[in-house]
DNA sequence: TATTGTTATACTCTATAACTATA
DNA sequence: TATAGTTATAGAGTATAACAATA
């Protein structure tokens, strides 16, 4: 309390300075948009990205979609149970491998992304970099991108 | 993430690359490797923010803390308990408030800002965004930080 | 009456380990 | 033996509500 501080110039950058501490900043920032904007929906981030791997990959087994989002497949036991309980996917099976579910988007799911959730991302997208310019928002994706795909070779986590 | 896929570009733009997902890839990464290399202190990308926050504004109350950082006041309790017995921070009296604290960095603590923690910063950073211009990096911070501080008055949250 | 720190409690998210049915 | 999905369970991390001391 008492104690009065120097302000020694610090050579290190601040953290509230960092490019670490503003990266997380924005993530939380986008996600917590974007999930106030599903809230009637009632579905989260993870969610989304759920459908969207299967939008971009077909149907996938359940541990698949899981590795390529770094859930675990118990986790993804839960994840997939609601979102089949919406009917936005439907647990096939895999012909070819009894054990495995071909997890896939039904037709509702598809409506869901096109009519709802792409619409949605444009629009959080808009309220967040609707102010940069094109060559802005290219120059930011391609500095996103060099970021998200560590070169040591690890899995891509949400 | 996937691995060699070639398909026709969608009217919708694909999830994967959305600015909104890599912004959270390229956070979780920032995030993963701080904590890896953090690791063997067992301190938390959260207690970071708590020391940096103190370091950068002096003497605050605990509530006050968890303001800066979205963090409610009971979740603080157990952060500040945590970093006081590691002797990185104390809890002062606020003599002009008795209710509160006047949590600061003890010397121990600016030490491991000055000697580890902003050291590890400096080279998470370099690891990241090393391959970067200063042009790109300067262009890249620009950037964050408009989406890191929305316009709608919202509070800054971890 | 309002506020700071505290405690008890509960809820969410997640992973680990054991089980089943296939392979 | 190994693997996909499931289940039970446990551990973080967080928030809400009630309480004591103080304002």
Redesign the interface.
């Known amino acids: 309390?008492?104690?009065t501080?120097r302000e020694p110039a610090?050579a290190?950058?601040?953290?509230?300075e960092?490019?670490?501490?503003?990266?997380?900043?924005?993530?939380?920032?986008?996600?917590?948009?974007?999930e106030r904007a599903l809230r009637g929906d009632e579905l989260r981030?993870r969610d989304?990205?759920v459908?969207?791997?299967l939008?971009?990959?077909g149907s996938l087994s359940q541990q698949e979609i899981g590795r390529?989002l770094g859930v675990d497949r118990s986790t993804m036991v839960h994840i997939i149970d609601v979102l089949e309980g919406r009917g936005l996917v439907a647990r096939g099976r895999d012909r070819a491998d009894r054990r495995a579910y071909a997890i896939e988007l039904t037709e509702a799911g598809r409506a869901f992304?096109?009519d709802t959730l792409?619409?949605l991302?444009?629009e959080?997208?808009e309220e967040?970099?609707g102010?940069?310019s094109a060559e802005?928002?290219a120059?930011?994706?391609r500095?996103?991108?060099?970021?998200?795909?560590?070169g040591a070779g690890?899995e891509?986590?949400?």
């Open positions: 309390m008492g104690g501080r610090p290190a950058p601040l953290l509230a960092s490019t670490a501490w503003l990266l997380n900043g924005a993530a939380r920032e986008v996600t917590l948009r974007f981030w989304y990205g459908l969207g791997v939008e971009a990959a390529r992304l096109r792409h619409p991302t444009a959080v997208h967040l970099i102010g940069l802005d928002r120059h930011l994706d500095i996103l991108a060099l970021l998200a795909s560590p690890e891509r986590t949400m």
